[in-house]
Structure formats: structure tokens, C-alpha cells
């Protein structure tokens, strides 16, 4: 090949950050994007931290990343992501149901929402819309998120999909067993804060007291854990 082609050729790549927690996880997604001549894998990382560095430095075309990362969530890196580079395409690829995160994520800045286990073809697929300047989400999801933007959704039920992003997050650490300490630890927010998101969620869910909520989120993690399996 002329070497004035090859280089071309490498520098019309798309470049691709991963950010996954899951060693396994990354090493798949590497060898599945390096197989296309026109994506290459910049760079990757496992936390949050490490995410913004590496765009700060190698400004990806697209951030594949999963929701559930050690300390700051997928979801608030988003967030992140679209304040310090607005318009940065992120893709999210989660072990789990798109019923439960895609509208949080689309609303944080992300263009898409893929579940690990539909598998590499799905996943080249959303990758290949995201990088279009597309949205990609399934059929069921598209047709829901209309729904939300033409006001034909049912009515709010008592479900954690209507907690906010914040509330959420105190959700799923209450259903880890964390207590409003280690809460207000993680999330940087002071105890008072995690006890008035306490107050809230109960009042969304429906529920009277510490212990019933307690319960509640236990059980629902418990069951997110199955699904996912």
C-alpha cells in the first residue's frame, strides 16, 4: 500500500475510549472495533476519573461506557462528559434492562443504550448509529421514549423508573446495605441531604417507613441481580 494511502487511511479512523470495569469486558469490545478498518481503540480506563482524563487528552470521537463503574456512576460521567465536551457522542453498553436506564441516560447526554447481552453484532450496530449522529435504542425503547415526548405515557406509578437520577443512586446504595453515612460519603452529600432523598423516595414509592424501604430496595437489587444473570 502507499504509505501516503496507509496513512490516510489510519487517520480517517474513528477512535474509540472504553470505559468498563470488567477487564473481560474491555478485552472483548477491543478485539470486536479493531476488527473494523475504519474504529480504533484509543484508549480505555475503569472509572469515571480515568474516563475524563483520557478525553481531556485524546479527545475520542465516541465513549463506549457502562453504567455501573466504581465510585462516580456511569450516569453522572455523563454528565460530566457533556459539561467539560459538549456533544460528544457516549454510548452506553450495560448488563442492564434498557427499561430501567435508557431514558436516565439519553436525558444525561448519551446517544444510545445497548444491553451486553445482545451481543457483537448489536453492539457494531448502536456503535455504527451513535457515530452517525443518530440515536440508537431498541424498537420497544424508541416507541416509549415517544410516548414521554408526546404525552401519551400512562400516569407515574410507584416504581424507582420515576425517582430522580439522584434519588436513584440513594436507592440502589440503600439496596447494597449502605448506610446514610457511607451514602453521603460516596455521592459527596452531606447526611442531611441523603436523609431528605430518604423522605422523598419513600413518598414516590409509596412506603412508610426506614425498614420498608430498606426491604423494598433490597429486593429490588436482588431481583436486577437475577435479570442480569
Not at 460528544?88 to 434498557?98: F, G, K, N, R, T
Not at 460519603?185 to 413518598?203: F, G, M, P, W, Y
Amino acid at each position: 500500500m502507499n504509505p501516503k494511502k496507509k496513512h490516510a487511511t489510519a487517520t480517517a479512523r474513528k477512535h474509540i475510549l472504553i470505559v468498563d470495569d470488567h477487564p473481560m469486558m474491555r478485552d472483548g469490545l477491543v478485539a470486536l472495533i479493531t476488527a473494523q478498518p475504519d474504529l480504533a481503540v484509543c484508549a480505555q480506563a475503569d472509572d469515571a476519573r480515568k474516563a475524563m482524563q483520557a478525553i481531556e487528552t485524546l479527545r475520542p470521537d465516541l465513549v463506549l461506557m457502562d453504567i455501573s463503574l466504581p465510585g462516580k456512576s456511569g450516569l453522572e460521567a455523563i454528565k460530566d462528559i457533556q459539561a467539560f465536551a459538549p456533544g460528544l457522542a457516549v454510548l452506553v453498553i450495560s448488563m442492564h434492562d434498557e427499561s430501567l436506564y435508557a431514558e436516565r441516560v439519553l436525558r444525561a447526554g448519551a446517544r444510545g443504550y445497548v444491553m451486553k447481552q445482545e451481543g457483537g453484532k448489536r453492539i457494531m450496530a448502536a456503535i455504527r448509529t451513535v457515530l452517525e449522529g443518530r440515536v440508537s435504542v431498541s424498537e420497544k425503547m424508541s416507541a416509549r421514549i415517544m410516548d414521554v415526548f408526546t404525552g401519551h405515557r400512562a400516569g407515574a406509578s410507584a416504581s424507582p423508573e420515576n425517582l430522580s437520577d439522584r434519588e436513584f443512586e440513594v436507592f440502589q446504595l440503600i439496596g447494597q446495605g449502605r448506610s446514610t453515612k457511607e451514602i453521603a460519603d460516596q455521592l459527596h452529600l452531606s447526611v442531611k441531604t441523603v436523609e431528605v432523598h430518604r423522605v422523598n423516595i419513600k413518598a414516590k414509592l409509596k412506603l412508610t417507613t426506614s425498614p420498608e424501604l430498606v426491604h423494598y430496595a433490597v429486593c429490588w437489587m436482588e431481583s436486577q441481580s437475577s435479570a442480569s444473570h
